[in-house]
C-alpha cells in the first residue's frame, strides 16, 4: 500500500471537485441541482457508451434502446404494476443485460458501419413499438408514460436533495466501475480487440464474447441511467427510445474524449449546461447555434476535450493544470 | 496416423472467386524439424498459413494437427491448441506500447482474462513473461515505445515477440525478414536461431531470401500458382528442374500449371 499522502496528492483534484459537488446544495438553489442531476443521469449514458465506442471501437448507432428500455422498466414496473422500487433494481439490469445479449448475438455478426446500422434499426423498431397505439394501454402509446409514483423519501421536487445526492452518488460509483473494468485484464482485451481485432483473434482470444460481453456491461449501465432519468422526470416517453438519445451519448463521447471515460463525463456537463443556457439565450435556434460550437470543438480538440489535452500535454490548461498540482504538491509538503 | 507428424493437411484448398490461391495443397510436417515453403510472389504462401492459423476458412480439403481434424476452428481455438503465426505484413496493435502487445499476447496464455474488477497490473506473470520474451527478441529499452512509432525491423520483432509470448508448438512464420535491410537480418536469423535452440518447436518458415531457407531448413516444399511442385531436403531442392523452371517464369514446364486451369 502507498502512503496516505501520496494517495492524496495523486488525487487532489478529484477529491476537491468531488467535496464541491457534495457541498453543492448548499449554496445551489432547486433549479440548478436538478440541472445537475440531469448531467449525472446523462454522464452515466455517456460512460456506457464510451465502454463501447472508446475501448471497444465498437460504434453503435442504437444505445438510446437501452436507456429507454431503463425509462419503460420503471414506467411500467411503478406505475403500471405498483411494484416497489427495490423490487424494479434487478428488472432493470436483466433488462438491459437480456437486450445486451440479443443485440450482441443477433447483430455482431457484421462489423463497423454495418453493426452501426443495424443496432440503429433495432432501437427503431422498439421505438415504434413504444408509440404504438395497440400497446397504449401498457405504454400510453406516443404520449408515454406519466406520473410515475416515486417514493415519498426520494421525490425528485419535494426532496430534491436526497434526488442529488443519489444521482452523484449513482455517477460516482459508475465511473469507478466503468474504470475498473477498462483497467482489468478483460478491458485491456477489449483495447486490443479495437486496435487490431483480428490480430486479437490470433493470439488466441474470443473476439466475439469480450464484444457481447461489453455491450452487456454497457447496456446495463445505460438502462440503470435511463431508469433514474424515469424516477427523475417521472415519466418515460418515446423520446428516451429515440436515436436524438443515442446521437447525445455519441455528441457526449466525441466532444469529452473517446476512450478516455472522464471525457464522456465532461461531454455531459458541455451538452446539457450549454443546451440550458443556449435555448435561454437563443430561443429555438439553439440548435444552430449549438452545431457551430460543436464544430469548433472538433476543429480545436479532434480528440475530445480530455483526448487532445492529454495528447498534447505541453500545450495550452493541461500544462497549466500540471504546474498549478505540482506547485500545491510542493506547498503541501 | 504417425506421431512425430505435427501437422498435416489433405488437399486443402481455397478459392477466391475464380482464382484458386491454394489448389489442393497436402502436406506433412514433422514434429521438431523446420520446414520451409518457398515459391514465387503470388504462389499462394500467405494463403497456405491463413488457412493453417484460421484466419480463412478453406473451400476444400482438411487440417490435421496433431491428429486431430481442425479444419472448422476458429483462429482462437488453434491459437490456444498451438498454432502460432506471424504476419508479412506487419500485423501489431499499433497504438498500445511494445510491452503492452507482448503482454496481451502473454496474458492469453493464462486464466485471469475474464476477472472484470482486478487490476490488469496484479498479475505480474504477464509482464514477467513479455520482458523475457522482448529480450530474446532484442526489444529491451523499447518496452514503452509506443508500436506504431518503431522501425521497421524492430517493427518485425515485435511481430516475433508477440507469436513467441502465446507459447506455440507450432510456428508459422510468413516472411519474417520482409521489408528488412540486410544489416538487420542477422538479427532476425538469430532469434529463430533461439526458438530452434530452445528445442522442442516446429517452425514454418516462408522466406524469399534463398540463403535464409537454404540454412534454416531441413524440409523444404516448393509451391507455384497454389500447388506444390516440389519437396525435399535444401539439396535436393537446389538441384530440382521444375523449381528452377517455376523460379525463372518457365510457366509452361512445370505440373502446377494444370491446377491452375479453369
Ligand atoms: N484476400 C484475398 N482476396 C482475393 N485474392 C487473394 C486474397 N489473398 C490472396 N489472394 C490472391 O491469391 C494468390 C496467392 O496470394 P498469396 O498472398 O497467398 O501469395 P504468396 O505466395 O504469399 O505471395 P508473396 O510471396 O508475394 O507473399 C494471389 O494471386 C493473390 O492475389
Ligand atoms: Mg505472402
Keep these: 500500500m502507498q502512503p496516505l499522502s501520496s494517495w492524496l496528492k495523486a488525487r487532489w483534484p478529484w477529491l476537491a471537485v468531488l467535496a464541491c459537488l457534495t457541498l453543492a446544495p448548499a449554496f445551489l438553489n432547486k433549479f440548478y441541482l436538478g440541472l445537475m442531476v440531469q448531467v449525472f443521469i446523462l454522464a452515466v449514458f455517456a460512460l456506457s457508451y464510451d465502454l463501447l465506442m472508446g475501448y471497444s471501437g465498437i460504434l453503435s448507432f442504437g444505445h438510446a434502446m437501452f436507456f429507454g428500455s431503463g425509462a419503460y422498466v420503471v414506467g411500467l414496473l411503478l406505475k403500471g404494476a405498483a411494484w416497489p422500487l427495490y423490487a424494479v433494481l434487478p428488472v432493470i439490469i436483466a433488462t438491459g443485460a437480456l437486450m445486451g445479449v440479443l443485440v450482441g448475438i443477433v447483430t455482431l455478426r457484421v462489423r463497423g458501419v454495418y453493426f452501426a446500422m443495424i443496432t440503429l434499426a433495432f432501437a427503431e423498431v422498439i421505438y415504434i413499438l413504444s408509440a404504438s397505439s395497440q400497446l397504449r394501454p401498457w405504454t400510453g402509446g406516443d404520449e408515454g408514460l406519466h406520473g410515475i409514483p416515486v417514493p415519498a423519501w426520494m421525490s425528485p421536487t419535494a426532496e430534491r436533495v436526497t434526488f442529488y445526492y443519489i444521482s452523484l452518488s449513482f455517477l460516482v460509483l459508475m465511473y469507478f466501475l466503468a474504470r475498473r473494468i477498462v483497467n482489468s485484464p478483460t478491458g485491456r482485451v477489449l483495447i486490443a480487440i479495437r486496435e487490431n481485432e483480428a490480430r486479437a483473434a490470433t493470439i488466441g482470444y474470443n473476439v466475439f464474447w469480450y464484444k457481447v460481453l461489453i455491450i452487456v456491461i454497457s447496456g446495463v449501465l445505460a438502462a440503470l441511467a435511463g431508469g433514474l432519468n424515469a424516477l427523475y422526470f417521472r415519466n418515460a416517453t418515446p423520446e428516451v427510445l429515440g436515436v436524438g438519445r443515442t446521437i447525445d451519448a455519441l455528441l457526449m463521447t466525441i466532444i469529452g474524449g473517446m476512450g478516455t471515460l472522464i471525457g464522456p463525463v465532461l461531454g455531459a456537463v458541455v451538452i446539457r449546461v450549454l443546451g440550458n443556457y443556449l435555448a435561454d439565450w437563443f430561443g429555438p435556434r439553439w440548435p444552430l447555434v449549438f452545431g457551430l460550437i460543436f464544430v469548433a470543438l472538433v476543429m480545436f480538440f479532434p480528440w475530445g476535450i480530455v483526448g487532445t489535452l492529454r495528447q498534447r500535454p505541453l500545450r495550452g490548461l493541461a500544462q497549466w493544470i500540471k504546474r498549478l498540482s505540482r506547485g500545491a504538491g510542493q506547498k503541501a509538503s | ?262
Design chain 2, 1 to 262: 496416423m504417425d506421431n512425430t507428424i505435427i501437422l498435416e493437411t489433405n488437399r486443402l484448398r481455397k478459392d477466391f472467386g475464380g482464382l484458386v490461391a491454394v489448389a489442393g495443397v497436402s502436406v506433412k510436417v514433422r514434429q521438431g524439424t523446420s520446414h520451409s515453403i518457398i515459391g514465387p510472389n503470388g504462389a499462394g504462401k500467405t494463403t497456405f498459413f491463413n488457412l493453417l492459423s484460421g484466419v480463412f476458412k478453406p473451400t476444400g480439403g482438411t487440417i490435421y494437427f496433431k491428429g486431430h481434424d481442425i479444419t472448422a476452428l476458429p483462429a482462437y481455438q488453434r491459437s490456444h491448441l498451438g498454432i502460432g503465426r506471424s504476419f508479412q505484413i506487419t500485423n501489431i496493435f499499433p497504438n498500445l506500447t511494445v510491452l503492452e502487445n507482448v503482454r496481451l499476447a502473454a496474458q492469453s496464455r493464462g486464466r485471469d482474462n475474464f476477472k472484470l474488477l482486478s487490476d490488469f497490473r496484479a498479475f505480474g506473470r504477464y509482464q514477467e513473461r513479455a520482458l523475457e520474451i522482448l529480450e530474446l527478441v532484442g526489444l529491451r529499452g523499447k518496452e514503452l515505445t509506443v508500436a506504431h512509432a518503431l522501425p521497421h525491423g524492430d517493427k518485425r520483432k515485435l511481430e516475433i515477440g508477440i507469436l513467441l509470448a502465446t507459447e506455440p508448438e507450432l510456428l508459422l512464420l510468413d516472411e519474417p525478414t520482409a521489408g528488412m535491410s540486410q544489416e538487420e537480418v542477422p538479427g532476425i536469423m538469430e532469434v529463430i536461431g533461439k526458438i530452434k535452440a530452445s528445442g522442442g518447436k516446429t517452425i514454418m518458415l516462408v522466406e524469399h531470401k534463398m540463403e535464409i531457407i537454404m540454412r534454416a531448413s531441413d524440409v523444404i516444399t516448393v509451391m507455384h500458382l497454389g500447388s506444390v511442385i516440389a519437396e525435399g531436403t535444401p539439396a535436393q531442392i537446389a538441384n530440382d528442374e521444375a523449381v528452377q523452371a517455376a523460379y525463372l517464369g518457365g510457366t509452361h514446364t512445370y505440373r502446377g500449371w494444370r491446377a491452375h486451369q479453369p
